[in-house]
């Protein structure tokens, strides 16, 4: 019964045939990333969007009790992942970043559209610079997409709701 629930979200019942949702219902969404207010362009996928507390335990001796106090925070390494299309703005930040023996921090915008372009929301993160690119897999074989990744690492997330400031 839930699995018929569940298709009747999804799907619109047509004089008894089962039709597709039209496009403009299903939500979609581009991602662009902005270092410093140069864009490094649209990525498919996002993720490391998280922050993490650590909680840090103190027993009590006397009544055996245990506190909760929040410890140190942590961010998850961003990791933007998009259609590898010979644009060179990962691979240049990268080798000019990490790779040149020293890292130069920078502050930047990951900026979340709606299918109509309208900005939906902003994550900001400070004091990022590049840990790892990964190039796309070239197979002559296959159909696949080419596709590439950067991850990130950051010393700090905000993140800004539609209408919010960058």
């Known amino acids: 019964m839930r699995t018929l ?7 619109t019942v047509v004089q008894g045939r089962v039709a597709a949702a039209p496009q ?19 990525f498919r996928q996002v993720s490391g969007l998280a ?12 009544g055996g009790t245990t ?7 942590k961010y998850s390494t961003v990791k933007l992942t998009r259609a590898f299309n010979g644009d060179s703005a990962l691979w240049d930040w990268y080798t000019t970043s990490a790779q ?7 502050d930047g915008t990951i900026t979340v559209f709606d299918r109509s372009g ?6 900001n993160f400070t004091n990022a610079w590049p840990r790892k690119y990964e190039g796309p897999t070239l197979n002559a074989d296959s159909n696949d997409v080419p596709i590439e990744t950067l991850e990130i690492v950051h010393a ?3 993140f800004s709701p539609r209408g919010g400031t960058r």
Request: charge should be negative; aromatic fraction near 10%.
């Open 24 to 42: 403009s219902e299903l939500p979609r969404y581009s991602f662009t990333v902005e270092i410093e207010g140069k864009s490094l362009g649209t």
């Open 118 to 123: 309208q900005p939906v929301a902003h994550y």
């Open 100 to 106: 040149a023996g020293h890292v130069e921090r920078v």
């Open 67 to 73: 506190v909760f106090f929040p410890g140190n925070t």
């Open 51 to 62: 922050v993490e507390t650590e909680v840090i335990e103190f027993r009590d001796g006397g």
């Open 156 to 158: 700090g997330l905000q």
């Open 5 to 11: 629930l569940a298709i009747g979200l999804l799907c």
